[in-house]
């Protein structure tokens, strides 16, 4: 191996910021950036990164707004937890989930049984000002989108707070910085992230 071989592989070693023992899912609101954040986490651990809501719509060869319209919430809620279980013990890595699936009691045992969870705190205007203009959530195909989102962040938040640890993700922090913020409470979990 050559000088500059050598230093491109301390850098390496150096820039990651520790090994990963458990599954690290990312859990919260639509438009928390579970997904941006999750992929960038990941990619500074040098872990593999999983998406629950692109796995089950490649299992079902639809999309979630093609589920939900086609077979119901109920079924689209017992293949998330399927899907779940499985992807939390096939390898260690960075998972982020759909915006629902930390409130199934299920979920949140087999997330605590087998990896860590961290919410992304984000409060009603950041969730909103990341949404409205998208028309790839099922649940907000309703007359007052604005005010359905805001049920269901009245009725998520108590279930969200459950979470092993929450990192606040205030429509301010840069993608970077966010994972900066979730490595710094991970540290917090010495059976999650080993530095």
Known sequence: MSE????????????????????VVMVGMMGAGKTAVGRALAARLQVPFLDSDHEIEAAANRTIPEIFARDGEAFFRLKERQVIARLLTEE???LS??????LAA???ETITRNGASIWLQADLD?????????????LLQTADPRATLAQLYEARVPLYAKADLAVVSDGKASIEEMVDRVLEALRSR??????
Request: charged residues 35%; hydrophobic residues 30%; proline residues 6%.
């Open 126 to 138: 950041v969730l909103w000002n990341r949404v409205r203009y998208r028309d790839t959530r099922p």
């Open 97 to 102: 989930t759909g915006g629902g699936a930390f």
């Open 106 to 108: 299920e979920n949140r």
């Open 92 to 94: 260690c890595g960075v």
């Open 4 to 23: 500059k071989e050598q230093i491109a592989e301390v850098d390496v070693a150096a820039s990651k910021p520790g090994r990963l023992k458990k599954t």
């Open 190 to 195: 010495p059976d999650v992230l080993e530095s």
